[in-house]
């Protein structure tokens, strides 16, 4: 058996201890806003109690003990650093950025125990050649190369003790420090997007549906020569761990170092797939970490990773952003108004400031699809343009809402695929891409 590794860290499990993580968590952060507010006050300063919450040694306590706690906790850190700017400072967005590059591994003995869980006592039995350390690890689990009883090359992605059991208590205590810390609007009310993380995340610690989604993907692309992805061994899934053929391939990040065609064409086919995802099958794979897809240099195929964050969309919601896209498109902006508002946002008053605010967002983020030319994403400003003006939008806290949840999904993968198309250098004609979809 392999020795335990230095940088694996245990996860806590009970109830109580991971309460006493966020606990602890906002304990250091508390001290370290009064110890920031002495600095600033001894220098002269006025400190604002944003200043003093985002400072270096904040951002390591929150991440360092979320990413310790895996889980719920980890995730609800991760989706939020992928916000665009509607929801949080963009200061704390890039502190939690952190959590997505963390890799931490559990211990011999937690992964023991998920393990014997799945499988029984003698699961080492059943495999061959199983390599304890893993060759990925996330907010759930990790995953682990070995052999099948039928000498397939294969992965397993294990769950870690205790996350399905946690997932309601963390969103709540996440919830809470964040409401506590004053980074939130005033007003705004995050509890249906709390309610529905619990459910999306309720089914992320769920492999079996992981595996339905996975073959669901599978088949659907199967005819498609861009995309590769591993198929599921039923037989040796379980709720806490899926089976799969192991596929090979490198970051897909790797993809910038090729030449600009290789590129653009790797990016308008993911650009293109997610369209698909969204208007025609109504199911989209919504996390947006670049580690989910993987290339494959002699093949040029795209390995697509990881589908426990899949979520249905309802036909009333893609519907409408159907409708949304045609109005940008033509320059609508009544269009784009009622559409919006269709879709969940608030949008205020005709002819207000804050109405006219809110089509200049719209229009800004849709901006790549609306003209029939090659967009080059990376000499796109619109992620600086759009902090910025979403930094005005909070002045109007009279309109707070909640955003509409699937749109806050969906959004998500937008905008991971255009960080990614901006990392790969990318130009691509986005137009033609989405104009036979709407």
């Excluded at 499988?119 to 996330?138: K, L």
């Excluded at 269009?335 to 605010?357: N, Q, T």
């Amino acid at each position: 058996m392999a020795k335990d590794k230095s940088d694996s860290k245990a996860i806590p499990t009970g109830r109580f201890s991971r309460f006493a993580k966020v606990a602890k968590m906002a304990g250091g952060v508390a001290g370290g806003m009064l110890a920031e507010g002495g600095r600033q006050i001894r220098a002269g300063n006025r400190p604002r109690a944003r200043d003093m919450l985002l400072t270096p040694g904040n951002a390591k306590r929150v991440t360092d003990q979320l990413a310790e706690m895996r889980g719920a906790a980890m995730k609800m850190g991760q989706m939020l650093s992928m916000d665009t700017g509607d929801m949080l400072p963009r200061e704390l967005t890039d502190i939690l950025a952190r959590l997505r590059s963390d890799a931490r591994s559990m211990p011999i003995d937690q992964l023991q125990q998920s393990m014997t869980e799945a499988f029984g006592d003698d699961w080492e039995s059943i495999f061959y050649g199983f390599d304890f350390t893993p060759i990925a690890a996330a907010s759930i689990g990790q995953v682990h190369k070995t052999i099948s009883p039928d000498g397939r090359e294969i992965v397993l992605k294990i769950q870690y003790p205790g996350v399905a059991e946690s997932i309601n208590s963390d969103v709540d205590n996440i919830a809470t420090l964040l409401r506590v810390s004053g980074l939130l609007p005033k007003g705004l009310d995050i509890q249906p997007l709390l309610n529905d993380a619990k459910v999306q995340l309720q089914e992320e610690a769920d492999y079996l549906l992981e595996a339905e989604f996975l073959q669901a993907f599978g088949e659907v692309l199967a005819d498609d020569p861009r995309f590769v992805l591993p198929e599921v061994l039923h037989e040796l899934t379980h709720r806490n761990v899926l089976a799969m053929t192991y596929v090979a391939g490198v970051p897909i990040e790797e993809v910038a170092d090729l030449p600009q065609k290789e590129r653009d064409r790797v990016v308008s086919a993911l650009i293109e797939l997610m369209l698909t995802e969204l208007f025609e099958l109504r199911m989209v794979q919504t996390d947006p970490n670049f580690a989910n897809y993987q290339y494959c240099h002699g093949s040029g195929e795209i390995v697509l990773l990881d589908f426990g964050a899949t979520r249905h969309f309802k036909a009333a919601f893609v519907n409408n952003y159907k409708k949304l896209l045609k109005a940008a498109v033509a320059g609508d902006e009544n269009r784009i108004a009622a559409a919006a508002k269709r879709l969940g946002y608030s949008m205020g008053e005709e002819g207000s400031a804050y109405r006219e605010l809110v089509l200049d967002l719209f229009n800004l983020a849709l901006e790549p699809l609306c003209v029939d030319e090659v967009y080059d994403f990376s000499r796109s400003d619109i992620p600086a343009r759009m902090s910025e003006m979403a930094e005005s939008v909070q002045e109007y806290t009279e309109f707070w809402e909640t955003p509409p949840t699937d749109a806050v999904y969906f959004h998500r993968k937008l905008g991971g695929i255009f960080l990614l198309a901006s990392r790969l250098k990318a130009r691509v004609n986005v137009y033609q891409l989405i104009s036979h979809l709407i």
